[in-house]
């Protein structure tokens, strides 16, 4: 059986008596993009530095290519470009001598790479990265994780500070990677990126991993939104009692609302017939609908990793 680049099995990692995460256990294959959501200490970043060596875990284990992430962290670095979250730069380097520091670090970098990088991102590295903008220092840290054309990619919310042109771009380069056969890890709030982009999507939630399966899987499985106009406001209790029906937005007034469907249709179509509806569009969920079911729905019925 082929080593999977990414190999985490039942791992945990607690900050004293805080959990991290929790008996997670993922895997991202050869040539896969594997979108990674949940908000902000939902356990995302604390397992990219238990992937990266950089937090030693309680139990359980992460290997990429088969290395132990933590006893063979050295070796494992080599093999990954890294992108962290809170992206930290020397402010009085310039972004040229920044990325030769890393070339020195990773030997066989490629210049002609990198100044292709460098060239797509519109970037001018002769500038001091303190005077450069929060979008342009995003754009050293990109070329950097690119820069040496690694088998691996684990970024987070590689498209922060981005300008919709530079976030397109990004999202197109992720593509030519994957079609290179690279795997990429993609941790990041931007659905809609994860949605364009991504084969897979694992979802974590208060340090345990509540789903994982492909993006247009989820979609069938999970639900549907349907947006309803209505001449006066409707009592939400009627909907929200419905089996499968979740109320997500109310607006207009309480007299529009968004809802996510995963039941039968007939019984919410009964109770839409007994009210005044203007208005109605039926479509399949987009990935943010599945992402708020799983971070709505009670922990116990959200759905388990697949």
């Known amino acids: 059986m082929e080593t999977p680049p990414i190999d985490i099995q039942q791992l945990t990692r607690y900050y004293g008596r805080s959990r991290g995460i929790e008996d997670v256990s993922l895997q991202a294959g050869q040539g896969e993009i594997l979108g990674f959501l949940g908000p902000n200490g939902a356990g995302k970043t604390t397992t990219i530095r238990l992937l990266m060596g950089m937090l030693k875990p309680d139990s359980g284990s992460a290997r990429i290519f088969g290395l132990d992430c933590w006893a063979d962290a050295t070796t494992v670095k080599q093999s990954v470009g890294f992108l962290p979250g809170d992206v930290r730069l020397y402010k009085n380097w310039t972004g040229q001598r920044f990325l030769d520091y890393h070339a020195a670090l990773r030997p066989g970098s490629d210049p002609a790479l990198r100044r292709r990088l460098v060239e797509r991102f519109e ?62 890890f993609l941790s990041t709030h931007n659905l809609p990126d994860v949605e364009r982009v991504a084969d897979r999507v694992g979802i974590i939630r208060d340090g345990h991993l509540i789903a994982v399966d492909d993006v247009s899987h989820l979609r069938e499985l999970r639900a549907r939104r349907m947006d309803v106009q209505f001449a006066t406001p409707p009592d939400l209790e009627q909907f929200n009692s419905l089996e499968g029906v979740r109320v997500l937005d109310v607006a207009d007034d309480g007299r529009q609302l968004g809802l996510v469907v995963q039941g039968p249709l007939p019984p919410l179509l009964e109770t839409l017939a007994r009210n005044a509806v203007l208005d109605l569009t039926y479509q399949p969920a987009d990935l943010e609908s599945i992402f708020l079911h799983y971070y709505t729905a009670d922990p116990d019925t959200a759905g388990g990793a697949s």
């Open 123 to 184: 970037l001018d590295p002769s500038r001091t990265i303190k005077h450069l903008s929060r979008g342009s220092r995003q754009k050293v840290a990109i070329v950097q994780a690119f820069m040496h054309d690694a088998p691996l990619l684990i970024l987070d919310e590689p498209s922060a500070g981005l300008d919709p042109l530079m976030q397109v771009e990004l999202l197109n380069l992720l593509r030519e990677e994957r079609a290179r056969g690279k795997t990429i």
